[in-house]
């Protein structure tokens, strides 16, 4: 019988310290410890994540192992993050799984941070869900993230289009600061949004070609319009606060599927893949509801935990080019700036 492979993953771009443990391409444990110290500053503070990474690091990796109920012994590869990110939380990642594979005497495994959000659709877990078919769509839509990628295979991708600046989990909370939202105030213009009305005020839409992406211009626009507002009223933002919601995440949401759709009709593909965690957005699920009724989309949302940072997205990416044989040189650095 065909012995199993595990694999360790680690990964530390940004903010969260995560860990997971496959067998094969089932998912065995996924860990995740975010930190919350950046709250207090309404952004990610990249020294504080560094040194918040090197706290919880050995104690998530632990977790992970335990939760899988492995020995670090049966670990056949360690695959990490080698970038896109923070460059000094990618460190602590990198050194870390390069220090443990060389001492467990194990291949070492890069992984592009980009791709495992676009692979995540193939976790495997004890649910029995449907695959993305090759070629597919993938959309990333992150704080840090904006890509729309035609996706032939595994690992022949093409970037179609991405932001020229702010993400679109930025343009939420940035608009959500203005409202005097705490960060990040993503989820809670999702909110709000719910009971507002999503036409009460129109902002406009950014002027940008091909399948790029640009959101600062709305950011602008949106804090003209309340300083205007505010100066007139200053209880407006209060007094209409759920309707500013819709209307700012019906601006985002149809930025977003504007582009997704023309790249669906350049490409001739309708199978699409979502990942990012702004994929928990009501506004952008409704609207690719409605494209799989209007326009026959099939699309695919991985389970939330797959969607934020996460290591299980790692770990598939580590265990697919474990199978290509694709390993990686001790010598290997983190790369802060890292195309897919
Ligand atoms: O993928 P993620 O956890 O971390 C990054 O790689 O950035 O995404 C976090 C982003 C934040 O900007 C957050 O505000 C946004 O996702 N977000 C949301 C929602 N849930 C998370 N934005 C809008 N609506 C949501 N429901
Ligand atoms: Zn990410």
Redesign the pocket.
């Known amino acids: 019988m065909k012995q199993p492979i595990y694999i360790l993953a680690i990964e530390s771009s940004?903010d969260d310290t995560a860990a997971a443990v496959f067998k094969d391409n089932l998912l065995l444990s996924n860990v995740v410890a975010s930190q919350k110290i950046h709250q207090e500053y309404g952004g990610v503070v990249p020294e504080l994540a560094s040194r918040a990474h090197q706290q919880h690091i050995l104690p998530v990796v632990h977790q992970a192992l335990a939760k899988a109920n492995i020995d670090k012994k049966d670990v056949s590869a360690i695959a990490f993050t080698r970038g896109p990110g923070l460059m000094g939380s990618l460190l602590v990642g990198t050194s870390f799984a390069k220090s443990l594979a060389l001492g467990l005497n194990i291949p070492l495994i890069e992984v592009n941070h980009l791709q495992g959000h676009v692979l995540a659709h193939f976790i495997k877990d004890d649910m029995d869900k449907q695959m993305p078919e090759f070629p597919f769509l993938a959309l990333t839509i992150?704080?840090?993230?904006t890509q729309i990628i035609k996706v032939n295979n595994y690992f022949d991708m093409e970037v179609l289009g991405e932001t020229i600046d702010d993400?679109v989990?930025?343009a939420?909370?940035k608009s959500a600061k203005l409202l005097g939202f705490p960060y990040?105030?993503?989820?809670l213009?999702?909110k709000y949004a719910q009971s507002g009305n999503p036409k009460a005020f129109l902002f406009p839409k950014p002027k940008v070609k091909g399948l790029d992406f640009s959101f600062s211009g709305l950011k602008t626009s949106i804090l003209y319009f309340l300083r205007d507002q505010v100066s007139k009223n200053e209880n407006f933002i209060e007094e209409n606060k759920e309707d500013i919601c819709a209307s700012i995440q019906h601006s985002i949401v149809s930025i977003l599927m504007d582009k997704l759709k023309k790249a669906s009709i350049e490409t001739g593909i309708k199978e699409i893949g979502i990942g990012?965690?702004?994929s928990?957005?009501?506004g952008i699920r409704n609207a690719l509801k409605q494209a799989e009724t209007d326009l026959g989309w099939k699309v695919h949302l991985p389970k939330f935990e797959y969607?934020?940072?996460n290591a299980a997205m790692i770990g598939i990416v580590g265990y697919l080019k474990y199978l290509d044989g694709d390993f990686s040189e001790q010598k290997i650095t983190a790369k802060a700036r890292y195309h897919i």
């Open positions: 940004c992150s704080g840090g993230h993400a989990g930025e939420f909370d990040p105030g993503g989820p213009i999702d990012g965690g702004v928990a957005n009501k969607c934020t940072d």
